[in-house]
């Protein structure tokens, strides 16, 4: 089929236009408009809204063919309705070679490609004028939209698989609190005191870091391979937690480390890794995801966490999946809010004392 393809650059396919660039103090709690920004473009950052009125290709509506090429990278097709885009976000307007479906998918399955023209060491971006120099072979319409049709239908699937996961969360955290917060299976049974009230009879209090047997920091390592940066990992970021937590593979990006880390950090089945830095004004630091055997076999590369992270290890499975319960239910009550301290803009989590408070009887 490889006749059938006719190369491209991308400047010759689509119209490549750039998002508002806002100042700080531009944008609002409240607004008419809506922001749409890098951070809600993969993740759940704030919402950010505007009063200003912009020229019509500034906006974008369902169905509309996105493209993030700062810190995050990647393509959406935007489904949330009408929303300002921002500057680190382009509008790909595709011209009448192209299927947009297709160029879609083969933006996702061509990120390393695109990554490779990245700019810049504290926050990598794409140019405008690389991107669109980047070359692209097509087929025939017919074989892009049976392609993208099949790729949608597939996608479609794993819709329906996450949303199953998420109700299956839901489920098991409705049961957790049930058994382990309500006490309701042991309703007819003893109770006693304790230092945070009244417990089942031969309960006891403790805490989290009494169930932790080590706890690991992250790498970030190079971009590319120098020097004795030679082991090629796949870095989780708080950013990929959301996804991987879910049964997803996530965006994670592809880095180099020395040998010795690859040997202390590597993660592995039954592992915790959480999020220590980060989180936005609405959004708490501590985001969670329990490494299963499933998700390290669906890499062909060994996997880590960022320096931002830290990795959880047990001695005993169990411990591990009830911990993971415990700290997804702490976190969806917001109780990570009292642990977060840091002054410069960017939220640490106090660790600390979160994995071993002291319990003040008088309270």
């Not at 971006?125 to 099949?150: M, R, W, Y």
Request: hydrophobic letters at 35%.
């Amino acid at each position: 089929m490889g006749e059938f393809k006719q190369k491209y650059m991308f400047s010759d396919i689509c119209t490549v236009i750039n998002g508002r660039a806002y100042k700080q103090e531009e944008l609002l709690d409240k607004g008419k408009y809506t922001v749409l920004r890098v951070g809600n473009f993969f993740s759940s950052d704030k919402w950010y809204y505007s009063d200003l009125e912009l020229e019509a290709n500034k906006y974008c509506d369902n169905g509309d063919l996105l493209y993030a090429w700062s810190a995050s990278f990647g393509p959406k097709i935007w489904d949330g309705g009408k929303v300002i885009y921002h500057y680190h976000i382009w509008k790909l307007i595709p011209s009448d070679i192209v299927n947009k479906q297709y160029l879609y998918y083969w933006l996702i399955f061509s990120k390393d490609r695109m990554l490779s023209g990245i700019h810049g060491s504290v926050m990598g971006h794409l140019t405008k004028n690389g991107f669109e120099k980047q070359q692209i072979e097509l087929p025939p319409l017919k074989i892009q939209k049976s392609v993208a049709d099949t790729l949608s239908c597939l996608d479609e699937k794993i819709d329906i698989n996450s949303r199953i996961n998420k109700n299956l969360q839901e489920t098991a955290q409705s049961i957790f609190k049930s058994w382990f917060v309500d006490f309701e299976p042991f309703q007819e049974d003893e109770f006693e005191d304790s230092e945070l009230g009244k417990i089942p009879k031969g309960w006891k209090v403790g805490t989290i870091g009494e169930l932790i047997a080590d706890t690991l920091g992250g790498d970030w390592g190079k971009e590319t391979e120098q020097g004795n940066y030679t082991e090629e990992v796949i870095i989780f970021r708080g950013a990929d937690i959301p996804e991987i937590a879910t049964g997803k593979k996530g965006k994670p990006p592809t880095r180099f480390i020395l040998k010795k880390n690859l040997e202390k950090k590597r993660l592995s089945a039954g592992q915790i890794i959480i999020e220590i830095s980060g989180g936005s004004p609405t959004q708490s630091t501590g985001r969670t995801a329990l490494i299963t055997r499933e998700l390290v076999n669906s890499y062909e590369k060994p996997l880590i966490c960022t320096n931002f992270c830290r990795a959880l290890s047990f001695e005993k499975d169990y411990h591990s999946t009830f911990l993971y319960s415990l700290i997804q239910y702490l976190y969806n009550k917001d109780v990570f809010f009292l642990y977060e301290n840091g002054t410069t803009g960017i939220k640490n989590l106090d660790t600390n004392n979160l994995f071993n408070p002291s319990f003040d009887r008088n309270q």
